[in-house]
């Protein structure tokens, strides 16, 4: 299935976004998963070339909750690949996105734990973290037909930057309260008389 996959992605021109299907299929438990995720291609598509959704073949069964008038139409706007329904499909993520190149984003509300914990030193672990906070985006709210938000990637990295004259450190206040995989939002810019 992995080949099959690369031999996919090999013929195919780089993507600009690479959606993980399921994952971000149900962020809308009482919304049936085909329409959330063409809600979310619609407006992806509105921005980006190349989509690629990631699947699994009971995707393509109609039922309530993947209605074939849905997967038909996004198939109008991005590439789709099926693994089987036993997959584990985050490899494959990772794979389309490194492999399009540092313009292509991932969608998926994943944190990618086990993948950062399979990594066996810390100068890995930590670039992967990293790279994952430049290309990860996430549904961070949506209501069907109502709201559609997301969470982008940062353009830059979160670790104290200066120029020499100009510093910006990124710090946590004391109230508040964050996992160790997110990042400070709170941004102290200090300058030189």
Not at 151 to 163: C, F, H, K, S
């Amino acid at each position: 299935e992995l080949e099959r996959f690369q031999r996919f992605v090999n013929k195919h021109p780089p993507f600009d976004v690479v959606i993980d299907g399921l994952n971000v299929a149900k962020t809308a438990p009482l919304s049936p998963s085909s329409k959330t995720l063409l809600d979310v291609v619609v407006h992806l598509a509105q921005k980006h070339q190349r989509l690629l959704i990631l699947g699994r073949k009971h995707m393509l069964k109609d039922s309530l909750q993947w209605r074939k008038r849905d997967m038909d139409e996004m198939q109008k706007k991005a590439d789709f690949f099926f693994t089987s329904n036993m997959s584990k499909d985050d490899p494959f993520l990772l794979y389309a996105t490194l492999h399009s190149g540092g313009h292509c984003m991932m969608v998926t509300r994943d944190l990618l734990r086990d993948h950062k914990a399979a990594l066996t030193d810390t100068v890995t672990r930590r670039l992967f973290f990293k790279w994952q906070r430049g290309h990860q985006i996430v549904v961070s709210s949506y209501k069907p037909g109502k709201i559609l938000t997301f969470e982008d990637a940062l353009p830059y990295d979160t670790i104290v930057q200066t120029d020499g004259n100009t510093w910006h450190i990124p710090y946590d206040d004391s109230l508040s309260k964050r996992a160790s995989f997110e990042i400070p939002v709170n941004w102290l810019c200090l300058q030189k008389k």
